[in-house]
């Protein structure tokens, strides 16, 4: 099975003139879904002779240079969902001279999985935590 990755967006704004001020408010939200599919293999690493000077002997020794470690969690879809607004004054204090100021909040969701399971490598302890 193969990856299915698709993100949903929903933005909206007003703007509001109102004397020497233009106002505008804004927001949106998008929707992530991730579902990577059966994962093929469990990672990857690199030997390059920088710990023992021979990258064989890095290999035997179990010592390598980098690693890549993939989700042992396969067939999972993970979600999250983001939100976004903001507001902005746009103020012409003269003809030659514009004061533009305004906020914004942002919230970034955190992904998860409907069984809720979680895990992380530690390559020190060469485990999963």
Known sequence: MKSDNRILTFNDSVDWQMGR???KFGGSAQHYRNFYGVVPN?????LDGSITGSPYADFLLGLPHTSQ????LANR?????????YAED???VSRRL??????????YGTPSAGDHLMYNWDPARERYL
Do not use: A, C, Q
């Open 21 to 23: 001020h233009v106002l």
């Open 90 to 92: 746009s103020f012409k």
């Open 69 to 72: 470690r993939v989700s042992p």
């Open 98 to 107: 514009n004061l533009s100021y305004g906020v914004r909040w942002d919230l």
């Open 77 to 85: 879809e993970m979600s999250l969902i983001e939100y976004g607004l």
């Open 42 to 46: 469990y990672g990857t690493f690199s």
